[in-house]
């Protein structure tokens, strides 16, 4: 057997976090940090399964007629587990799989950064899934299924989809459809981690438990008009809305009790505007990442040094072009 490799990447929100649950467009990017899966024949009685970035404990398990099985290791590969399920594999030999997560990793610190680790590991592995034996199956609807069980059903699928498409989307939930956008020429951005790490469906749940009140629909609206924006592809007029949207999102946050500013990203909200840029928590926010926008290179590059961004590391990720991709196939 020729062992096969699959890999995904990463995930950035940059508009419609949460709006895109009430049908709202999101527009998402992928990035180039990757989740990759390695299949190869093991020599064992059981599957095995690794996952470094994500932990130690090396998991076993049979496959039986109403599911998985687990010798050891089954409560750390919950993931894997429903990823598998959805794919519907029945493999005539023993695996082992290698699910490597550890780019979306601080090295320092050893947190996850908030850039859509489970989505990308859910396409890398249901990529490599579906090209063992007898193949053709949607790799894209196994990933989906997959991570939304998982999710226990919570989540729009935006961040899947952007992992499979690469580059960047306008995305709605309720059309289960995506279209690719371009990045506006002149628009400039970076990264940074807040340096604490999010549970995006801890967010959620409070969403969900929370009474909707009049800004969500406002949230809406604002994410509509940044989609409408983004397409005409003018980035001053990028950077002058965002304004608007960032103190959309701010009121539904206070609203429901969601604290996407927390973490130190409200005072860079506030120094972003007083320079002529945006800056903006990124997905379920209250840590993880955000995001600088801007038209003068240069002085994004002084803002993400700046004495106001201390405790934030500004992250050496770029756009990534690229979706899921498989190098690797069975003979």
Not at 44 to 68: A, C, K, M, Y
Not at 105 to 119: C, F, L, N
Not at 257 to 263: E, K, P, R, S
Request: proline share 4%; net charge negative.
């Amino acid at each position: 057997m020729i062992p096969i490799v699959a890999s995904a990447p990463g995930k950035v929100l940059l508009s419609g976090e949460y709006a895109v649950l009430d049908g709202a467009p999101a527009i998402g990017a992928a990035v180039n940090r990757r989740a990759s899966v390695t299949i190869k024949s093991a020599d064992s009685g059981w599957h095995i399964v690794n996952g470094p970035g994500h932990t130690e404990t090396e998991g076993r398990f049979h496959q039986v007629s109403d599911g998985l099985q687990w010798r050891s290791g089954g409560e750390m590969y919950s993931l894997l587990e429903h990823v598998w399920l959805a794919s519907k594999v029945t493999p005539d030999e023993m695996l082992s799989l290698k699910l490597d997560t550890r780019p979306f990793r601080d090295p320092h610190s050893g947190a996850k950064i908030g850039i859509g680790s489970s989505a990308a590991l859910s396409v890398a592995l249901a990529t490599a899934l579906c090209a063992l034996p007898p193949g053709g199956d949607d790799a894209g609807g196994v990933a989906e299924l997959g991570h939304r069980a998982f999710q226990h059903g919570l989540g729009s699928g935006v961040d899947v989809v952007c992992s499979l498409a690469g580059g960047v989307i306008e995305y709605r939930r309720d059309e289960r459809q995506y279209r690719p956008v371009a990045w506006p020429h002149g628009l400039y951005y970076k990264l940074l981690w807040s340096g604490v790490q999010v549970e995006t469906r801890a967010q959620l749940d409070k969403l969900q438990q929370a009474d909707a009140q009049p800004s969500r629909n406002a949230l809406g609206d604002a994410a509509e008009k940044i989609a409408r924006i983004w397409r005409d592809g003018s980035a001053q007029r990028i950077v002058d809305e965002f304004g608007t949207y960032i103190d959309a999102l701010r009121r539904f946050s206070i609203d429901h009790g969601l604290g996407i500013f927390d973490a130190g990203h409200a005072a860079l909200v506030e120094m972003a505007a007083r320079q002529g840029m945006v800056y903006k928590p990124c997905g379920a926010g209250g840590g993880d990442i955000g995001i600088v926008l801007g038209v003068d290179e240069s002085a994004l590059a002084s803002f993400a040094v700046s004495p106001a961004a201390d405790g934030f590391t500004e992250l050496d990720v770029m756009i990534d072009s690229n979706g899921a991709q498989l190098v690797g196939a069975m003979q």
